[in-house]
């Protein structure tokens, strides 16, 4: 069975970064889509990025040009690199395991099967 580890939340202010990682262990890892998703206090989880095995990208629209999803298949570690963060990106963010596709990449969170315990990002105005 897969286990995911998110790491890298925390605390930021308005406009500055942070990189999220999360690692992947017990199963293969490289051919699997990773996406991301958040969950703010009184709302759905939500789809944020997902990064495919030939590294193929999709993004939210509210996030998109300010957040990068990327992996490093030899160490079985996904990222998102998360830049001019905003208050309305405090969640708990959530990596989670996908199809093994490259392109038409998944955004629901039912087509997501195993999740990480997720990790806080709080950005302060």
């Known amino acids: 069975q897969v286990q995911l580890v998110e790491s890298g939340g925390g605390l930021a202010q308005a406009g500055g970064s942070l990189r999220l990682s999360c690692a992947a262990s017990?199963?293969?890892?490289?051919?699997?889509?990773m996406g991301w998703f958040r969950q703010a206090p009184g709302k759905e989880r939500e789809f944020v990025a997902a990064?495919?095995?030939?590294?193929?990208?999709a993004y939210a629209d509210s996030v998109k040009g300010r957040f990068t999803a990327s992996r490093d298949n030899a160490k079985n570690t996904v990222y998102l690199q998360m830049s001019s963060l905003r208050p309305e990106d405090t969640a708990v963010y959530y990596c989670?395991?996908?199809?093994?596709?490259?392109?038409?990449?998944?955004?629901?969170?039912?087509?997501?099967?195993?999740w990480g315990q997720g990790t806080q990002v709080t950005v302060s105005s």
């Open positions: 017990g199963r293969t890892f490289s051919r699997y889509t």
């Open positions: 989670a395991t996908g199809p093994p596709v490259s392109y038409n990449l998944p955004t629901l969170r039912r087509q997501y099967d195993v």
């Open positions: 990064v495919s095995w030939t590294g193929s990208t």
